[in-house]
């Protein structure tokens, strides 16, 4: 069984920083690429930012500039640091990963997410 864990959502002010965490664990062959989606309250989810295997990453506009994505292939964790917060930041974040399981299974597999409250 695969498994995706987030960490390191909380409460924060405006302009404040946070990194979140994610780590695969189970039975694992590879994994391509990573990424971070958020949801906020009567809004659909939507990709906050996306690395693949190689390290090439891409962000939505929204973030652009405040938020960088990165990975440790070892850990089989992915990194989502995001600055200069705005209340409109405010979601449940969630990871996903594309891999392999260690049947050669290819899945997309969701972590539970987290809460990322931004507010004075």
């Known amino acids: 069984q695969v498994q995706l864990v987030e960490s390191g959502g909380g409460l924060v002010q405006p302009g404040g920083s946070l990194t979140l965490s994610c780590t695969a664990s189970?039975?694992?062959?590879?994994?391509?690429?990573m990424g971070w989606y958020r949801q906020a309250p009567g809004k659909e989810r939507e990709l906050v930012a996306r690395?693949?295997?190689?390290?090439?990453?891409n962000y939505a506009d929204s973030v652009k500039g405040r938020v960088t994505i990165s990975r440790d292939n070892a850990k089989n964790t992915v990194y989502l640091q995001m600055n200069s917060l705005k209340p409109e930041d405010t979601a449940v974040y969630y990871c996903?990963?594309?891999?392999?399981?260690?049947?050669?299974?290819?899945?997309?597999?969701w972590g539970q997410g987290t809460q990322v409250t931004v507010s004075s």
């Open positions: 996903n990963a594309d891999l392999y399981d260690a049947f050669g299974v290819r899945k997309l597999v």
């Open positions: 189970g039975s694992i062959l590879d994994i391509n690429a």
């Open positions: 690395i693949a295997k190689g390290g090439s990453p």
